[in-house]
């Protein structure tokens, strides 16, 4: 019954921003464990940052201090803001959902990061 869907990926140079959108139906959205991953051609599939229905909150090494993960539980809305991006950070992003209802993916949105 669960269904994500990103929105705010593209192409940005070096130094620059995005945020990123997970819109959600269904499920109990204010106590899911949510999170953004990404992957790149040729590469395993990883997290990036996560943050639990409690609001417990972390990031991956790398984007500490970059990235900001937040949600919205009236809109069922999870966000990523990415500011100081970088080339390594090019990947497609995907929002993942786990709760009663069990393990959801988005589609994912391409973000490239590029001069």
């Known amino acids: 019954q669960v269904q994500l869907v990103e929105s705010g990926g593209g192409l940005v140079q070096p130094g620059g921003s995005l945020r990123l959108s997970c819109a959600a139906s269904?499920?109990?959205?204010?106590?899911?464990?949510m999170g953004w991953y990404r992957q790149a051609p040729g590469k395993e599939r990883e997290w990036v940052a996560v943050?639990?229905?409690?609001?417990?909150?972390n990031y991956i090494d790398s984007v500490k201090g970059r990235f900001t993960i937040s949600r919205d539980n009236a809109k069922k809305t999870l966000y990523l803001q990415m500011d100081s991006l970088k080339p390594e950070d090019t990947a497609v992003y995907y929002c993942?959902?786990?709760?009663?209802?069990?393990?959801?993916w988005g589609q994912g949105t391409q973000v490239t990061v590029s001069s």
């Open positions: 943050i639990s229905g409690g609001g417990v909150i």
């Open positions: 993942r959902s786990q709760g009663p209802a069990g393990n959801y």
């Open positions: 269904g499920g109990i959205f204010s106590s899911d464990f």
